[in-house]
């Protein structure tokens, strides 16, 4: 019999990756990113094997040896470079629908061979399964890493060349969005533990260092050791853990709607200490923020979404959301808990933004508030920060809310991670 942890089923993947790919041609530009029914339902049984096959095969260029496995941090290390255009031949071209992109695909100087080889692999597997389903062949564990180890070789050729650098850096920086981040973060499934091992001897060294260390200076913050801290377990985090956190999301919504319009929602965040200035003691006062946004030449009626911390009783953090395109307010909570005062304030804070920078009054009686009924919830008193940001992070990237509190190690040492290189991984 075939190892357990064979069961990656290579040819799944693939067969998946073409009937998606197949799906995007039949109904061009009306499927984004993550996406399969433009309904934010993910083909999440793609990246969870992904997951796993990127712990068996090499993820490296075509000129080094088959039987060459890497460790697992050398293969952590390669998987953005596989996920990239030179990694998969055709299953992630039908996506783009900018002339630009596509032109670059399709004139590479790889392209036909890219396809036949990807065609062979595939017939490959098909091979390779039915012996496997048949029983008719026993391989050591040893021998099936190599084969699958050949076949993710003879997949990841050499790419087209693009027609400059901004392209290419374009199309990684789609790629990452597309692929990328749902492989490494979007989809935790049994493998969650050991990114979590994958992450702790970085994450460590991050924690051992001194406390006045600056890890990283930028968005005008610098972070140090001391402040990174409150990313281990059981710890409340702190503000500049979030506000950097923001600033980074807030980099990344910004590069994916330079690099492909429309592929996420247009997001504006607030920092977290917008609505205690708008409320201060529960107290609405517009005059504390009326220069925020024209500070920061940010026109929030241009957006999709506006999003900002809430912190409720100095002790809890929760996500507030103005939802621009279809008039509503939202509180995400990972307690369940409502607020009614929140959803006043927000509403007045549209309507008085409107008048004092359109200089006319908006209706906000048609608003609705919206108190999403079943959310990720925290089952501690500490993650609720942990939460709050990864609510952001999600939603501004179009994504369903799938974590759960067992990812909760996972994200603050992949946050920590994060800070440290100073862009969302």
């Not at 990656?8 to 990756?17: E, F, H, K």
């Not at 509180?331 to 804070?349: I, W």
Request: aromatic content about 10%; hydrophobic content about 40%; glycine content about 4%.
């Amino acid at each position: 019999m075939m190892p357990d942890r064979d069961d990656t089923a290579l040819g799944s993947v693939l067969s998946r990756l073409r009937a998606y790919n197949a799906f995007v041609r039949s109904r061009p530009g009306q499927v984004p990113p993550g996406s399969i029914d433009g309904s934010a339902t993910r083909f999440d049984d793609i990246t969870a094997k992904l997951r796993r096959i990127r712990r068996l095969a090499p993820f490296a260029s075509v000129s080094a040896p088959v039987s060459a496995l890497p460790s697992p941090a050398v293969v952590d290390a390669r998987t953005q470079a596989l996920l990239r255009c030179s990694s998969f031949p055709s299953a992630f071209r039908a996506p783009f629908g900018q002339p630009a992109l596509q032109l670059a695909f399709d004139n590479g100087p790889c392209t036909t061979t890219r396809q036949h080889r990807f065609d062979a692999v595939e017939r490959d597997i098909a091979f390779y399964e039915q012996k496997r389903d048949q029983q008719s062949v026993s391989m050591s564990l040893s021998a099936a890493e190599d084969e699958v180890a050949q076949l993710m070789q003879r997949v990841t050729l050499q790419p087209a060349v693009p027609a400059d650098r901004e392209l290419d850096e374009a199309i990684a920086v789609i790629l990452d969005g597309i692929v990328g981040e749902l492989v490494l973060e979007r989809i935790l499934t049994d493998s969650k533990t050991a990114a979590i091992d994958n992450l702790a001897y970085d994450v460590s060294r991050i924690w051992s260092a001194p406390r006045s260390h600056v890890h990283v200076m930028k968005f005008n913050q610098d972070m140090t050791t001391d402040i990174l801290l409150c990313l281990r377990d059981g710890v409340w985090l702190n503000d500049e853990v979030m506000n950097f956190h923001i600033s980074m999301m807030q980099e990344r919504n910004q590069e994916r709607l330079a690099a492909w319009p429309g592929s996420v929602p247009s997001v504006f965040f607030h920092n977290s200490f917008f609505y205690a200035k708008l409320a201060p003691d529960g107290q609405y006062r517009y005059a504390n923020v009326a220069r925020w946004t024209k500070r920061k030449r940010v026109d929030i009626f241009a957006v999709d979404l506006v999003m900002f911390p809430v912190h409720v009783g100095e002790s809890h953090w929760c996500l507030g959301v103005i939802d621009m395109m279809n008039k509503q307010i939202a509180y995400y909570d990972s307690l369940g808990g409502d607020n009614r005062a929140f959803f006043a304030n927000a509403r007045r804070y549209v309507a008085d933004e409107h008048a004092d920078k359109k200089g006319s009054p908006l209706d906000t009686s048609v608003w609705t508030d919206v108190l999403p009924g079943s959310v990720p919830r925290q089952n501690n008193g500490c993650d609720c920060g942990v939460f709050t940001l990864k609510f952001a992070d999600f939603l501004s990237d179009g994504l369903p809310l799938t974590f759960h509190q067992s990812d909760m190690p996972y994200f603050r040492r992949r946050c920590a991670k994060e800070i440290t290189v100073g862009r969302l991984l």
